[in-house]
């Protein structure tokens, strides 16, 4: 049927200047603040350019001077930290104790762990980092929604970088392994919600293969991967900010790791699945001040299923997701120089043939709803794009660990079969809460999920037809926000109370807008 849609797009467009238009005026804002209150633009010239998210053993967490970007330092890729060794040797004391001498002692250590007895350290020098997490995702709605109910989800993983310039002294690049396990329920098929508010629940409650690649870096100018490897590590992915993911402060999983829409609207590979694939990327100053990167990956639809957690082939592949992106990095690090700005724009390709969108309307509707003669239609080839931002707005000039960083996102879908064409995702987080609480986080944020709008108005001209008490709901979108704690006693644990409210669950007006309880907890091994 045909649908009108330039009033949607006029409020689209009128949306998105003056959130666009808030966005450049508080980096400009900050831009200049920063230019008053500090005249130096120094440089992390000792920062790893390659390593993404590392823990190491015998440091004091995270460095302070951490780039706010996810593809390493900004400033740093030049020799000798090309095909050498990345980490510097550290020594090992010869009595070193297997467990930690007090409590006191044990908060203190990185790791929950720690050192082994000197192993961990021994391990690091010779190029091989181990690594290993917990985290559970715990949440009930005391109101709202279809029903009320409470779910708990945890992820354990466990895996290792391979340095082989470190261990052989020859750059072979770098061997990456990752197995995770999933179980517990999630919330969001109670409720019911378009986007799980757990960002660990799914992909099939089972262990798998996360990562099983081979990484080189073969220049100033290029770096590669290959092997089993899912796309939301190199493409539309978040920044780190203070060592830590920025989206992945939040519980709801529309904002963690990616915004969520990439998912739902193509074959893009999601964590913790792994799908056969590569990327090129490419660094045109020899520097992190620009990145352009291409990839390919497997479409698999079957792959988050349980029964395929050890899938590694081809098997039931529709197609291949080819994405693009370009980043900038602009301004100085988390502590040092002029505020960060990060700016990503990507796109993809997925050459899969899939139903149109109105094979999805059937999931917003009662089971007996009379849908009539659904004009669905078989599409070959999907295509997306998406934009990416953030910007530190404040750093305190008493410490400079403790900052305020804003982002916002904006992914568009294919009209013809992605279920949600516009996508935004926004937030404010600030590092250092109370005096005597510099690494605790306070964190402010949501999504809007706009559904494709020819699912309302095939449903409203079924409404026309047939009355409006045809019992048919008509698909609009689903919006949420979120507020939590991030209370950080030691670098290797995190716990996270918070709230979310979501509007119009499932994305029609069935049911009543739910307020959740949640809790999320993280360990580092």
């Given amino acids: 049927m045909p649908v009108s849609r330039t009033g949607g797009l006029r409020s689209l467009w009128a949306a998105g200047t003056v959130l666009g238009s808030f966005f450049l005026s508080i980096q400009a804002h900050a831009q200049t603040k920063s230019?008053?209150?500090?005249?130096s633009n120094e440089t992390a010239a000792m920062l790893d350019p390659v390593e993404k998210?590392?823990?190491?053993?015998?440091?004091?967490?995270?460095n302070k001077d951490s780039p706010a970007s996810l593809f390493g330092s900004p400033y740093d890729r030049s020799q000798p930290t090309l095909g050498t060794v990345r980490h510097p040797y550290?020594?090992?004391?010869?009595?070193?104790?297997?467990?930690?001498?007090s409590f006191s002692d044990w908060l203190k250590q990185p790791t929950m762990t720690g050192d082994w007895g000197g192993l961990?350290?021994?391990?690091?020098?010779?190029?091989?980092?181990?690594?290993?997490?917990?985290?559970?995702?715990?949440?009930g709605n005391p109101v709202g929604g279809k029903t009320q109910a409470v779910r708990y989800a945890h992820e354990v993983g466990i895996g290792a970088d391979v340095n082989f310039a470190q261990l052989t002294g020859h750059n072979y690049g770098m061997f990456h392994v990752l197995l995770t396990e999933r179980a517990g329920l999630g919330i969001g098929q109670k409720i019911p919600t378009l986007n799980s508010p757990q960002q660990i629940f799914g992909s099939g409650e089972t262990i798998r293969f996360t990562r099983l690649s081979w990484e080189m870096q073969w220049s100033r100018y290029a770096d590669t991967e290959i092997g089993w490897i899912n796309t939301e590590n190199d493409f539309g992915q978040s920044t780190m900010h203070w060592g830590m993911s920025l989206y992945c402060q939040f519980e709801s999983n529309a904002i963690c790791g990616m915004p969520q829409a990439l998912a739902s609207n193509s074959g893009y590979g999601y964590y913790p699945t792994a799908h056969p694939g590569a990327f090129l990327k490419l660094y045109p100053f020899g520097n992190e001040r620009m990145l352009v990167s291409a990839g390919i990956y497997n479409v698999d639809p079957t792959i988050s299923n349980t029964g395929y957690a050890w899938k590694l082939g081809l098997h039931n592949s529709t197609g291949a997701y080819l994405p693009f992106q370009i980043g900038y990095h602009f301004g100085g690090t988390d502590s040092k120089g002029r505020l960060p700005t990060n700016v990503k724009f990507g796109g993809y390709w997925d050459t899969s043939e899939v139903n149109n969108v109105y094979a999805q309307l059937a999931g917003f509707e009662l089971s007996n709803a009379a849908l009539g003669n659904l004009p669905i239609e078989k599409v070959r080839g999907r295509y997306g794009g998406w934009f990416m931002a953030d910007q530190m707005l404040q750093r305190d000039k008493s410490d400079s660990s403790r900052s305020t960083v804003a982002f916002m996102s904006f992914t568009w879908g294919d009209p013809r079969t992605a279920i949600a064409p516009y996508f935004i995702t926004w937030g404010i987080v600030r590092k250092g809460t109370f005096w005597n609480r510099p690494n605790d986080?306070?964190?402010?944020?949501?999504k809007f999920n706009f559904v494709n709008p020819k699912l309302g108005a095939y449903v409203g001209a079924l409404q026309v037809q047939q009355g409006a008490d045809n019992g048919l709901l008509k698909p609009s979108g689903e919006h949420a926000g979120e507020l939590n704690y991030g209370w950080r006693p030691t670098q290797w644990l995190t716990v996270r109370p918070g709230l979310q409210y979501i509007w119009h669950p499932g994305g029609t007006n069935r049911y009543k807008n739910a307020l959740l309880l949640d809790f999320e907890t993280g360990v580092t091994f």
């Fill in 35 to 39: 230019l008053q209150t500090s005249s």
């Fill in 53 to 62: 998210i590392s823990t190491t053993t015998n440091s004091s967490g995270p």
């Fill in 90 to 101: 550290i020594p090992v004391p010869g009595n070193e104790a297997l467990f930690p001498k």
């Fill in 120 to 139: 961990r350290t021994r391990l690091q020098n010779m190029g091989i980092t181990p690594q290993g997490h917990y985290l559970q995702d715990s949440a």
């Fill in 441 to 446: 986080t306070i964190s402010l944020g949501g």
